[in-house]
């Protein structure tokens, strides 16, 4: 009896989870830090997300934020905004990912707002122009920093590469709806991860 611990110390030896209001407001700075410095479009938040919520956070493994990432370029809308919607609904339910949502498109709507009263008069502005020019720069490398870090998540062998390459093909030669490889990329999936290694191991029972 003595070696056991009573319900009640072993309830407060356990860490306290977080209430959802605590949930919610770090879900709001989170993203809302995201909507603000984020600069060169959907794909430049991956490699920020990966390193908020992964490694400082651990809110989520990288095979779930990747799953989440996959979903969110799945389905219709900017994917930034989908994996906010996903992440926010994983941590704290339906509130949190309307939460996450909005704190995510609020800064740069407001930037939108602000800037689209001066655009017209500066668009001519040769420093306006040079400064777009080296955001663009900026926005490439966030880009590939993020494929980097996307590619890291996937598992190196032949059938991948061939898939990757087919796809790579298509989109740098072919003018083709994005629908489409995401069709293709399902059901590559569903053949290669899911069809296969049923008929392997029912092959390898009838043996």
């Known amino acids: 009896m003595s070696g056991e611990a009573s319900p009640t110390l072993a309830q407060e030896q356990q ?8 949930r919610l407001l770090a879900l709001t700075l989170t993203f809302g830090k995201f909507g603000g410095i984020t600069f060169g479009g959907g794909y430049a938040i991956v ?3 990966e390193d908020e919520l992964v490694r400082k956070k651990g809110w989520l493994t990288q095979d779930e934020l990747f799953n989440i990432i996959t979903i969110g370029e799945s389905t219709p809308g900017p994917i930034a905004v989908n994996t906010a919607t996903f992440v ?12 996450a949502t909005v704190a995510l498109v609020f800064p740069a ?11 017209l008069q500066f ?3 040769t420093w306006v122009a040079a400064a777009l020019a080296g955001i663009r720069v900026a926005a490439i490398v966030l880009i590939a920093r993020a494929f ?24 740098a030669w072919f003018d083709l709806n994005a629908l489409w490889f995401v069709v293709g990329g399902l059901l590559f999936g569903v053949a290669w991860y899911g069809v296969r290694p049923r008929l392997a191991a029912r092959g390898e029972a009838k043996q």
């Open 15 to 22: 860490p306290k989870q977080p209430s959802l209001a605590q």
């Open 47 to 49: 490699a920020l997300l």
């Open 88 to 99: 926010g609904y994983r941590l704290a339910g339906v509130l949190g990912g309307i939460v």
């Open 109 to 119: 709507w407001l930037v939108i707002v602000v800037i689209s009263g001066f655009y």
């Open 123 to 125: 668009r001519e502005n």
């Open 148 to 171: 980097i870090r996307m590619g890291q998540g996937v598992p190196r062998n032949v059938a991948n590469a061939i898939a990757c390459a087919a796809a790579f093909v298509s989109v």
